[in-house]
């Protein structure tokens, strides 16, 4: 199975059932806001990020900023509607759509680049200030390329904003109605290796495949792309499922390159 390929479409239908939350885009009033320096982003769930993790809050005038795998509508408008020079990276054009919308919608400047975050070429290096890159290499089976490429297009002294799953999470069976946790997979989980094409057809639906992916390649695949760690913190599924009442769900770290 082509993972890119199937999980461009399952994007595309997330967006056309329009029940998935990261496919809902900002309204006029956060844009608004944003214009009068009245803003916040978030890489997680819940927590926003914090004001210090940005170069030069509230405006980010002059500012190049990559929204890595983040399309939807929701950090590249607030972003530019602050000052930044945003371009939109994501795999699914219907996710793309939405940043376009919003754009139009409010007279906005944003471009929008359709692509594997694995792959930046259509960027020359040391190209932006500011990489922001939500929650989404989950549906990535391979980490240290996005690590890589980010590396390569930020600025010396620029940011990468990250937010991914705890993998742990993965170690449980899906939620169960009497709410005991079962451990079941061992990790690092792949819903390619417990499930067979056919399998993930009838249990998935529109869903996108995912992985789960080691803290060693999470965090330590940024420190060996060069990064330097300069802030960390963590985060819980808003939805209350099992694991969450047990851990943390998210994790999020601020990378410099130096």
């Not at 939350?21 to 978030?42: D, L, M, N």
Request: hydrophobic share 40%; glycine share 8%.
């Amino acid at each position: 199975m082509n993972v890119v390929d199937y999980n461009r479409a399952a994007w595309d239908r997330q967006v056309e059932g329009g029940q998935n939350p990261w496919t809902q885009p900002v309204s006029s009033e956060r844009i608004a806001a944003a214009r009068r320096g009245e803003w916040s982003i978030v890489l997680t769930e819940q927590k926003p990020i914090p004001r210090e993790w940005f170069p030069a809050y509230p405006s980010l005038a002059a500012f190049s900023v990559l929204c890595l795998a983040s399309g939807g509508g929701q950090q590249g408008p607030v972003l530019a509607a602050a000052g930044a020079n945003v371009i939109v990276f994501d795999i699914s054009p219907q996710q793309l759509e939405k940043d376009r919308f919003v754009a139009e919608r409010d007279g906005l400047q944003i471009r929008t680049v359709q692509g594997n975050a694995a792959d930046l070429s259509p960027f020359a290096d040391d190209c932006f200030d500011l990489i922001v890159h939500p929650v989404s290499n989950v549906f990535m089976p391979d980490v240290r390329p996005v690590w890589r490429e980010a590396y390569r297009v930020l600025r010396k002294g620029g940011a990468l904003l990250s937010g991914f799953m705890n993998p742990d999470i993965y170690v449980f069976e899906p939620e169960r109605a009497d709410g005991v946790l079962v451990a079941k997979y061992p990790l690092p989980y792949s819903d390619l290796t417990y499930h067979t094409e056919e399998e993930i057809k009838q249990l998935f639906g529109d869903s996108p495949l995912e992985f789960s992916h080691t803290l060693a390649d999470q965090i330590g695949g940024q420190l060996d792309a060069g990064f330097v760690i300069a802030g960390f913190y963590e985060d819980r599924n808003a939805r209350g499922e099992q694991a969450a009442r047990f851990m943390p769900t998210y994790f999020a770290t601020r990378a410099v390159k130096p």
